[in-house]
């Protein structure tokens, strides 16, 4: 069993890879890397990162450990996700990929979000997914797929999609993201809990919802 996890994450692992460097949103790297560093004392600003000194960077500042372990997923939504981005993995800075594990409750959840700055691929090693994304205006075509382990699903950069895990059972994906630093924008999260809340009329009027239960979902949701 762990011989075939290791081979599905091996060769997801090298496609999100390959696929990143064909078509990677983040702008092209100009040097061999770009280790990124908050001292801006011994680096050069580069891709919204300060980038140190080649000569002073070692293996460390490519290596993240830890992706095999399960995430808590003690919380409403049942979901935990572990991301190796740039602020985590300083060698991912300029080179247009990151990752990141999901684990899921049983029926956990990854809500409609939108990754504004990149594509997502991921691969199920472990349950069952429920996965989609929705067109943009005026179609707002949804596209949805029911996912097991080995199986893959791509999200198309900047469109609403989410993950559900429909078993009983826990679920583990990894994912694969076009961007050293794709972004989150959670849907409900955003409209609901923007920080200051937005005017209850707006949004009673976009969602055709009473203004009390927009206030109801703003007291739930605001960030403030």
Known sequence: MM????????????????CSLASAFDPDPLQDFCVAIKDIKNGVFVNGKFCKDPKLADAQDFF????????NTSNPLGLNVTVVDVDKLPGLNTLGISLARLDFAPYGLNPPHTHPRG????????????VGFVTSNPDNRLFTKILYPGDVFVFPIGLIH???????TEALAFSGLSSQN???ITIAKAVFGSNP???????????QLDKDLVKDLQSQLWSG
């Open 182 to 184: 794709a972004g989150l």
């Open 3 to 18: 011989k075939g996890i290791h081979s599905i994450l091996v060769v997801f692992t090298l496609f999100a890879f390959a």
């Open 64 to 71: 993240f450990p830890g992706l095999n372990k399960p995430g």
């Open 197 to 207: 809340p937005i005017n209850p009329d707006v949004l009673a009027k976009a969602f």
């Open 162 to 168: 989410f993950q559900f895990n429909t078993g009983k």
């Open 119 to 130: 594509t997502e691929i991921l691969v199920v090693v472990q349950g069952t997914l429920y």
